[in-house]
């Protein structure tokens, strides 16, 4: 079972590292992924690495802030969220699927597995 970990209450500006375990058989060969969603609003994607390496594909929105990385020989998934705003203020979850192709990336629907999920709360 995946487990998101690593949020908390920053100020705007401020840094925080998530990182998520759990994968199990459910990694190398996979696409992993973090999504985010806001209170009321639908989730929403943030960024995905395929299970080749190759350039990780990010949301607009986080370009430049944050970056993943996939530690494959501990099986573990981060997110470096650097210069964060109040409109980064979400429950981020990481995801896994395989075979995801690029124009699904975005899509919550071609993942198979969410963890929990991590606050992150952002303020002014």
């Known amino acids: 079972q995946l487990q998101a970990s690593g949020g908390g209450l920053v100020q705007a500006g401020d840094s925080l590292r998530l990182s998520c375990s759990g994968f199990g058989r459910t990694f190398r060969g996979y696409t992993l992924g973090w999504f985010r969603q806001a209170t009321g609003k639908d989730r929403e994607f943030v960024v995905a690495?395929?299970?080749?390496?190759?350039?990780?594909i990010y949301a607009d929105s986080v370009k430049g802030r944050f970056t993943i990385s996939r530690d494959n020989a501990k099986s573990m998934l981060y997110l470096q969220m650097n210069s964060l705003q109040p409109e980064d203020t979400a429950v981020y979850f990481c995801?896994?699927?395989?075979?995801?192709?690029?124009?699904?990336?975005?899509?919550?629907?071609?993942?198979?597995?969410w963890g929990q999920g991590t606050q992150v709360t952002v303020s002014s």
């Open positions: 690495i395929r299970p080749t390496n190759s350039n990780p």
């Open positions: 995801t896994v699927g395989r075979s995801i192709i690029l124009s699904n990336l975005r899509v919550p629907s071609s993942y198979e597995h």
